[in-house]
């Protein structure tokens, strides 16, 4: 039988150790080493079994050891120090203190939140990102709030069989026995929020809270006994529905997670939030809420529209426009009809989600409706997501396209490997990685080298541990090669990450007689270490893992090659420190950021990858290899087979004897000196820090100063705006340039002289403060199109006729031949990009 639900009896604590409690309640303990530390003191033995999670450590010791621990002063006196430390971390001024005119709250709602494999409510890269968007954000003293879904089954824990396929469990999570506590109301109830669904239904939810350093994470939990059995499975599994319930996922998400925000302001008198930052289009419906709220205060939906798109953030992750959740418009519209949404249009949600289909309704134009400030996620992922999207602002060039990028970093306290910490502290002076000087005397060749290995030893160590395990459960014991499985002294790549075809998890596979050669090659070895989890309908996905796991068990190379199942956190924390080389072929440019070679670079590992995501900005010869790509357009097996045996032969001829080169010492100094070089100029650039204090600078304090400004005074700006913005929607169409005027081109100018241009443009019903009219000009291609280019204001100088003269002088900036054109765009103080209404109108030669 089967256990419905599970619970943790916690043992009392002695007097002397109770703040144990709140280090191990704060999710800080997750990236704070000396924390860590101090839990695996408790039980080293305890703190694996319980997978490092101290709630469950707490309960696994046993009382006797915690009296032990109780009479020694040393270990109390520690308890004291670390506690004092987390209530100085807690309430002292940190950067974003220093800041002036920010906001005072911003929600960050995600479908996932990686923070640590003792709180398993992720499945990959978005959830991780999001976990360290917070962690970061705590550090920073950024005052977010997260938002996210509590899962009763997490993602699936995934399990090889004999044959090599992948296998999927959900555990039964005990929220009780996680580092959760449950929102209360003064009356000691649980806190909810509540959702009207078709049929009379009402979907409940109650509300959890993990404590992230500094940051809030609200989560919610729809298995309470005010749902009937079918709502009560509406957040079972984190990815794991279609259809309505994937709809109502983000439906809670998103409504409710806003009704949560407003719960929790209430009991504990936190500021509402001025920013709202959406994680991918799943938490869409969060601007759909907040209309409704706008409008039961007196606004219409165009003026309440205008408030919540000044202070909406939206990031886009997929370069795919399969990767975008879709929903049939009549289940949406079903959903939205009845008491959800109370005073809102279905008819104006509906068009807000438009694509293509008519039939369908798209999370990611959704986003971008409700959402004043967009970007992706790497620079080359701002740009595909320019072209992707570009439709939304017909008449404008890609580079155009109000998307920009920011592009991702990782948490580096929890990615950086204790070893390579404790180095630092040791011979630089600080645990912070990123802000030390690892060209340093200080830290010798053999020093560094040394820990390399050690950090390569450990993972040698846990993949034969992982390999054991398995064997034992499918065969009922593990063979003896085993034991040899990997050697701490070969060269190590490593490959792990979600298993979609684009990722290429099998391309290493494409020629297998010299991947043989490299794996057992006599004097430059290579192994291989690699991980990953196929969503569960993906049975292509599990197909390649089953290759690439058949093939690792071959006699000939199962030595230098192993398939470690249960990617997750934990294993992470080992995979990335143990590899000195992370490996990435996806096909290009499907891979938004691929973060996993990132925290293998805070650790000193070296990249081998396709010219793709943050590698494309980042590659600079001296940190890692660029695989070459070959043309996009090329057939899809010929491209696998260029990329593949440019892979190889980057392997054979530069990687490994890069490695292999060894001086009179036994040091790869090339080697090392590639380590130096990325530890010192990618830390910081890599880091979540920059990535967030960019968030902070250009897209947080611009939407909230627009927001401010869009809600004063009972929101007469937005009322203003929205009315304009109807009236140039309606006369944009009678806007024409009739003529181009240009003075001093009769004569060839140089540089540094001036021509006059002068434009006649017919603005029907608009004035000339409602337009721009500019000059654009740049290099010109063969095919007419302008690039580079270059724009001047026209300034309106009197009208003539029915027309409206614009003119200004333009300095000629350079010589060359140059190709330009007038525009017309639409201009006012709320907007926060020309193109963001998709109107232009450009002069016709």
Known sequence: MRAIRRFTVRTSLPARLDRLDALAANLRWSWHEPTRELFREISLDGWQATGHDPVQLLGWVGTARLEQLAEDDDFVARVDALADDLGDYLSQARWYQSLEDVPESIAYFSPEFGITSALPQYSGGLGILAGDHLKAASDLGVPIVGVGLFYQAGYFKQAISREGWQQESYPVLDPDGLPLKILRGADGTHATVALALPGGRTLHARIWQATIGRVPLLLLDTNIHENSDELRTVTDRLYGGGGEQRLQQELLLGIGGVRALAVYSELTGAPAPAVYHSNEGHAGFLGIE??????????????????????????????????????????????????????????????????????????????????????????????????MFASRWPGFDSEEVPITSVTNGVHAPTWTSPILKHLAERELGTLDTTRCDWGSDAVSDETLWSVRREMREALVQEARERTRVKHVRNEGAAPRWVDELLDPDVLTIGFARRVPTYKRLTLMLHDRDRLRSLLTHPERPVQLVIAGKSHPADEQGKALIQELVRFSQEPDVRGRIVFLENYDISMAKSLYPGCDVWLNNPLRPLEACGTSGMKAALNGSLNLSILDGWWEEYFDGKNGWAIPSAHEQMDAADRDAFEANALYELIEHQVAPRYYDRDERGLPTAWIASIRHTLAAMSPELSAERMLAEYVDRLYTPAAKAAAVAAADEARAARDFAVWTGRMRDAFGQVEVRHVEVDGVDVPPIVGDEVRVRAFVELGALSPADVTVEVVAGTITEEGDLRHTRRFALEPVGAEGTAQRFESAIEMPAAGTFGYTVRVVPKHPMLASDAELGLVAYAKG
């Open 290 to 387: 907040r209309i409704s709220r706008l409008i039961a205060e007196g606004l219409g939906f165009d003026e309440a529209l205008q408030v919540v798109r000044a202070g909406t953030v939206f990031t886009t992750h997929t370069p795919v426009p399969a990767g975008i959740d879709r929903f049939d418009v009549e289940l949406v519209h079903s959903h939205l009809s009845g008491d959800l949404v109370p005073g809102v249009d279905v008819a104006r949600v509906l068009e807000l989600g438009r694509e293509e289909d008519p039939a369908i309704f798209n999370m990611a134009q959704l986003g971008f409706s409700l959402a004043q400030r967009a970007n992706g996620v790497s620079k080359l992922h701002g740009k595909v997501s320019r072209r």
